[in-house]
C-alpha cells in the first residue's frame, strides 16, 4: 500500500483490541545507547506541522530542494477517493518544517516520490503518483509541473499508479525514463469478481510523460504492487519483479524483463508464487542473500506468507506462513541476528482478513535458515515498513517501527495515539523512543538519515490526526526529530523501499 504506500485501494473496518498502552521495557545497563536515543528524542523534537482536512497515506522522501545543504522533505497527500485537493504534494524545509511549495491534484496522492534531476538545473525533480491515474513529474526547486501523464494513452482505461523507478534511457533523448505499475478499481466491492481490470506495467518518457510501452498482467488480474527491477549484468536489459492480485482476489508473484513488456507481452514472465485466493500487494526486497553476486528476491503474499527465491535459479530458498495474518507491508533487511553474514529480514503483518483487520503482528525471519527468529505483536493495524539501523554501534541492527497504541475512557471509547519504537533483536526488548502524538499511522514509512549533515540521525515520520478513527482524512502531521546519536554506520534501510526507494539492496555488513 502502501505506504504507500501507496497501494490503490484501502479501506479499513479494524477491530481494536484493548491495549490501554504499549509496554516498553528498557534494561539501561544493556542498552545505555538506546536510552540515551530515548532521553535526546524527548527533548529534541525539532519541529511539527499539521494540515487540516487531508490524510496520508505516503512515505517522506527527502532531497535538498532549495539548495542550503539541508534536506527538505516530499510527501503525497489528499482527501477521500474522487476528491480533488489544493495541496495533494507538498514539499517543506527540512530546517522548521515551512511550506515550500504545494501541488494540486484531483484524487489522493498515495504514491511515495522518485527522485531525479529531470531538468538539468541541480535539484532533485520529483515523480509522483496515486489515485485516479494521477501521475505527475514536478520540478523540486518551484513545484512547477514538468509533465503530467496523458490518461488517454493508449487507449485503454487507467487505473491507479504505484511508486515509479528510473531506468536507463530507452527512447534516445538523453534521459533516464520511467518504468511503473497501474491497476485497481476502486468501485469493485470487496469479493466482486466482475469489474476486475487487468493492471499493466508501462514505461513511460522521463522528459515527457509518453508512454513508451505497455504490457498487461499475464493472467489478466489487477496489480496494486509497485514493481522493482535492476539492471542485467552485461546487458541493456533489465529484471523485473511484479505481482498481481489483491486481498480477496488471487493472483501470481513474476519475474520477467524490461524487453518484454517493450513487446507488450508479458505471457513469458516467470512465475515465482501463486495464491488461488490473495494476491501480492507490497513491493518486493531484491538483496543477495547466497552471496553469489546475484540479487535474490524477497516477497510477501497477501495470504500471510514470506519467501525467498534464488536470483538466477529462481528456486525457492525458504518459505515461512504465519497463521492467522495478512501482509500488506514490505520488507525491511538487516543483520538482526549477530550468527552470520547473512541479511535476515524484519516484518509487520496485519492479523485477521481483510477488511476486519485488527491488529499487528511483527517478526523477524533468520535469513539464513528461513525460521522465525523473534516475534512481537504490538499495536493496531497498520502497514508501514520498519526501517533499519544499528543504533548502538555493537555490529547487530535494531529496526524502528511506527506503532498505534489504543486506550479507552470509562465509557469504552476508544482513543488512538501513535509512537515509534525501537525492536532490539540483540536484548529481545522493545524500547519507546518518546511518548508519540495524537493520532494514527496507516501506512507511511518513517525515514531516517543525516537531515543536515552534522553525523547525527534525523527522523522524519508522518501520521493521522484522528484519535477517534485509523482510515480518516481529518488532518495529518509531519515530525522532525533529531535525536543527538551519532550515526557510527551507513544507514541499512532508511525509508520505504530503502535508503534509494527503488527496493534493491546493494549493501553488506
Request: glycine residues 12%.
Amino acid at each position: 500500500m502502501k505506504g504507500s504506500t501507496g497501494r490503490g485501494r484501502h479501506k479499513s473496518y479494524a477491530i481494536l483490541s484493548k491495549l490501554l498502552y504499549l509496554a516498553v521495557p528498557i534494561a539501561l545497563s544493556a542498552m545505555l545507547p538506546l536510552r540515551n536515543v530515548q532521553a535526546q528524542a524527548l527533548t529534541n523534537h525539532a519541529w511539527s506541522v499539521k494540515y487540516a482536512g487531508i490524510g496520508i497515506f505516503s512515505s517522506p522522501r527527502v532531497t535538498d530542494l532549495n539548495g542550503d545543504g539541508i534536506g527538505d522533505i516530499v510527501i503525497g497527500a489528499g482527501r477521500k477517493e474522487f476528491h480533488a485537493c489544493d495541496s495533494a504534494v507538498i514539499a517543506l524545509n527540512g530546517v522548521n518544517g515551512e511550506m515550500l511549495w504545494c501541488v494540486s491534484s484531483v484524487d489522493h496522492i498515495y504514491g511515495s516520490a522518485s527522485l531525479k534531476d529531470l531538468n538539468g538545473d541541480g535539484i532533485m525533480d520529483i515523480v509522483i503518483g496515486g489515485r485516479s491515474a494521477e501521475l505527475m513529474a514536478i520540478n523540486g526547486r518551484d513545484g512547477k509541473i514538468i509533465w503530467k501523464f496523458d490518461k488517454k494513452s493508449a487507449g485503454i482505461d487507467w487505473y491507479n499508479f504505484y511508486n515509479a523507478q528510473f531506468i536507463k534511457d530507452q527512447d534516445g533523448d538523453g534521459m533516464e525514463d520511467v518504468l511503473i505499475s497501474n491497476g485497481g478499481n476502486v468501485l469493485a466491492a470487496p469479493y466482486e469478481t466482475k469489474n476486475r481490470y487487468p493492471g499493466n506495467l508501462a514505461v513511460l518518457s522521463g522528459k515527457d510523460g509518453k508512454l513508451l510501452a505497455r504490457a498487461p498482467m499475464p493472467d489478466g488480474k489487477e496489480t496494486y504492487m509497485s514493481v522493482v527491477a535492476v539492471p542485467i549484468s552485461g546487458s541493456a536489459d533489465y529484471k523485473v519483479v511484479f505481482g498481481s492480485g489483491g486481498e480477496t482476489i488471487g493472483g501470481h508473484l513474476y519475474i520477467t524483463t524490461l524487453s518484454e513488456i517493450f513487446k507488450g507481452d508479458l505471457s513469458k514472465a516467470i512465475i515465482l508464487d501463486s495464491s488461488p485466493d490473495k494476491g501480492y500487494i507490497g513491493p518486493p526486497l531484491l538483496i543477495d542473500i547466497n552471496h553469489d553476486g546475484t540479487h535474490d528476491i524477497v516477497a510477501n503474499a497477501v495470504e500471510g506468507k514470506m519467501m525467498a527465491f534464488d536470483g538466477k535459479t529462481y528456486k525457492p530458498i525458504w518459505s515461512i506462513k504465519m497463521p492467522g495474518t495478512e501482509a500488506y507491508s514490505s520488507i525491511a533487511p538487516g543483520y538482526f541476528t549477530g550468527a552470520d553474514d547473512v541479511p535476515d529480514f524484519f516484518v509487520s503483518y496485519a492479523v485477521g482478513q481483510w477488511p476486519d483487520l485488527g491488529w499487528s503482528r511483527q517478526f523477524m525471519v533468520n535469513g539464513a535458515t528461513g525460521k522465525v527468529a523473534y516475534l512481537d505483536s504490538l499495536g493496531s493495524y497498520q502497514t508501514s515498513t520498519p526501517v533499519v539501523i544499528d543504533l548502538n554501534a555493537d555490529g547487530i541492527d535494531e529496526a524502528i517501527l511506527n506503532v498505534n497504541v489504543v486506550s479507552y475512557d470509562i465509557f469504552d471509547v476508544a482513543s488512538f495515539h501513535n509512537i515509534l519504537v525501537v525492536m532490539d533483536f540483540k536484548e529481545n526488548q522493545v524500547v519507546q523512543l518518546w511518548d508519540g502524538h495524537p493520532g494514527s499511522n496507516i501506512s507511511s514509512t518513517p525515514w531516517i538519515g543525516d537531515l543536515d549533515s552534522d553525523g547525527q540521525l534525523d527522523i522524519i515520520y508522518c501520521h493521522g490526526r484522528s484519535t477517534k478513527k485509523t482510515y480518516s482524512f481529518d488532518g495529518l502531521q509531519v515530525n522532525r526529530v533529531t535525536t543527538g546519536l551519532p550515526i557510527k554506520s551507513a544507514v541499512r534501510w532508511g525509508a520505504y523501499m530503502g535508503s534509494s526507494y527503488n527496493g534493491v539492496y546493494e549493501g553488506n555488513k
